[in-house]
């Protein structure tokens, strides 16, 4: 499976922005699916997750603000990111898992086999 993440730019503060990841395959629909991002000098961290049956969860830190979706029709997961953040600055990843895992929610980077080469949100304050 190969991950192709887009979307990506330099917005305000207060503003919206929406990445897209794109798959190489129609397998994906029933898989978990992810974002996590990496700022300068700090680990990956967790951002969403869409569980292979529907089921999403945030990160305290972007709770409200940002939703996690799937179009199985265009083998693409979304991530719609609206009052954005200063902090929010960082490298953006997608992430798939490479087995059905049903309801099963995943925020640790090592249980994903699939990850896409990553987009820069930068937001101005």
């Known amino acids: 499976v190969q991950l192709q993440a887009s979307g990506g730019g330099l917005v305000q503060a207060g503003g919206p922005l929406r990445l897209s990841c794109a798959f190489s395959?129609?397998?994906?629909?029933?898989?978990?699916v992810a974002w996590f991002r990496q700022a300068p000098g700090k680990e990956r961290e967790f951002v969403a997750t869409?569980?292979?049956?529907?089921?999403?969860y945030y990160s305290d830190s972007v709770m409200g603000r940002f939703t996690i979706s799937r179009d199985d029709a265009k083998n693409t997961v979304y991530l719609q990111m609206n009052s954005l953040k200063p902090e929010d600055t960082a490298v953006y990843y997608c992430?798939?898992?490479?087995?059905?895992?049903?309801?099963?929610?995943?925020?640790?980077?090592?249980?994903?086999?699939?990850w896409g080469q990553g987009t820069q949100v930068t937001v101005s304050s």
């Open positions: 395959t129609r397998t994906f629909g029933n898989k978990a």
């Open positions: 992430a798939a898992r490479g087995r059905y895992s049903g309801s099963n929610l995943y925020t640790q980077p090592h249980l994903y086999d699939n």
């Open positions: 869409l569980s292979g049956t529907g089921g999403t």
